[in-house]
């Protein structure tokens, strides 16, 4: 028998393997991380792909591959992917924090909406109060009747109306030319 060196240049002549096309199915992450052979209908296959092994093995620590294959068999298709974004949420949520898991996260953002409402709520007084004071000085050194305007935005302020940050409000808005009212403010 003739033995051929394959030295990079030249293809061999003859291959050791037969000429049928062999394929050569890549398990899935999870059936990769489980150690088992990847099944052609394999219900894990389309959510959890070999590229991304650290998907299924979070799900898995917290909630058991019989469990996901359980869940998954449950469900419809059409809503599998959903179902395996949560768990993979909650898996993460669950090891970053083993107390509370996603609710923590919950309560942690409802207390952070909670701080910013409370901040818009007083950035919003500081605005409306800054406009009545501005309203009350020009209208002092405009017309000597300042209590009417005074006391509408203070009534604007006490029934809680929107309008009264509106820029088009009387309370802010005065129908004199901008040079006097300047002249009239540092007097």
């Not at 792909?49 to 093995?57: M, V, Y």
């Not at 768990?87 to 701080?115: C, D, H, K, W």
Request: hydrophobic letters at 40%.
């Amino acid at each position: 028998m003739m033995s051929h060196h394959y030295d990079g240049s030249k293809q061999p002549q003859h291959s050791l393997l037969p000429c049928t096309d062999v394929i050569i199915v890549t398990p899935c992450g999870a059936c990769k991380m489980l150690r088992r052979r990847c099944v052609e209908k394999c219900v894990l296959a389309p959510h959890f792909p070999p590229t991304e092994p650290l998907k299924f093995i979070m799900a898995h620590r917290v909630f058991g591959a019989s469990n996901i294959i359980k869940l998954l068999q449950e469900l419809h298709e059409s809503e599998r992917a959903d179902a395996v974004s949560s768990m993979v949420y909650e898996a993460n949520a669950r090891i970053i924090n083993p107390v509370y898991g996603s609710v923590g996260t919950i309560f942690q953002l409802q207390n952070q909406v909670n701080q910013l409402q409370a901040q818009l709520a007083k950035a919003k007084a500081e605005i409306f109060t800054m406009k009545c004071q501005h309203a009350a000085i020009v209208t002092t050194k405009m017309c000597p009747s300042s209590q009417i305007l005074s006391q509408e935005c203070f009534d604007e302020f006490k029934h809680g109306s929107d309008d009264s940050f509106d820029s088009n409000s009387p309370s802010v808005c005065i129908d004199i030319e901008e040079e006097s009212l300047w002249d009239i403010i540092w007097a």
